[in-house]
């Protein structure tokens, strides 16, 4: 395992990923009943964006300047984009505070010009859990798991597991709350990653038939995703589920991954509508190339 999610936080893919996340958990706490908030590849948690430039061994070039930093300093985005925006700020002014990094270079309006910390989905999930909701976070790789830990010493209703995820869905599911969100986002390193994740949607769906579960995945290949969908379509009485996509880039501008989406299997009830503005608004300001598109389109439409 060597991949590292610094390098990409906050990138165009974790802006798609984490603004459709805040839509599902808020989607979810449309009932009052509480639920588990499932992350089985958590990550560390947060991330600092000045040491994902320096790399392991060499400087790279960040990659969130094309992702938050687009989306930054805008003050005209619809409420289900600021509502992702406002948790990404707060989470950057909390972790400075924590980090004792000076707040400096306020604009004019009093907000900072750039971010410099940006929050993993297990922070983000966190921040907007209520009293009754409670998470457990997966996080396979030990320095990750350990940074992780130590993010949520103390943390009420949230749990670490140092573990493969994909396990983690078997243990956790079902869970007494009865309700689940799940979130399932590999890094994509081995191959077998498309089939694991069609093995955790069995697994979850036979546990926990109502379950929510978002995967996230990289448009790449059209080969893979093919497979990926005929796979998915396989399972018997897959419920309903769409996708929600987003590319940079048309694909004669050869970009190597051009775009993601989120495959969202029992989506909360009126959150088509959100998920619609989400890319309607993200495609154009995030586009890199011609030919960049954005939408939702239906697997298994909710009759
Ligand atoms: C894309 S990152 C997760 C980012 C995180 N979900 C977020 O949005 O902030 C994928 C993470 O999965 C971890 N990982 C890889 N294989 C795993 C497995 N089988 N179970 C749990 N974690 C795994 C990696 O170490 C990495 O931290």
Known sequence: MNYRHQFHAGNFADVLKHAVLVQLLRGMQAKEKGFLY?????GRGGYDLEAAASGLTQPRAP?????????????????????????VRTFDVCARTEADAAVTKLNHEGHLNAPRFYPGSPRLAQCLLRPQDRAMLYEAQPDEAAAL????????RVSVHALDGYTGVKAALPSPERRALVLIDPPFEAQ????HIIGAITAALTRMPAA?????????????LTDFY??????????????????????EAGFKMRGSAVLVINPPWGSEGPMRTLTRFL???LAQAEGATGGLHWLVPDL
């Open 212 to 224: 929510t579960l978002a995967v996230w995945y990289p448009l790449t290949t059209r080969a893979k």
């Open 63 to 87: 990659e969130w300047p094309d992702g938050i930093g687009r989306l930054w300093m805008r003050r005209d985005l619809p409420a289900e984009l600021a509502d992702y925006l406002e948790q």
């Open 230 to 251: 005929r796979q998915l379509m396989a399972i018997k009485t897959l419920p309903p589920c769409y996708t929600v996509e987003l590319t940079i880039a048309g694909e």
């Open 149 to 156: 830990a130590r993010k949520f010493i103390g943390a009420k």
């Open 192 to 195: 077998e990653e498309w089939s």
């Open 283 to 285: 495609t154009p300001i």
């Open 38 to 42: 499932l992350d089985t590849h958590a």
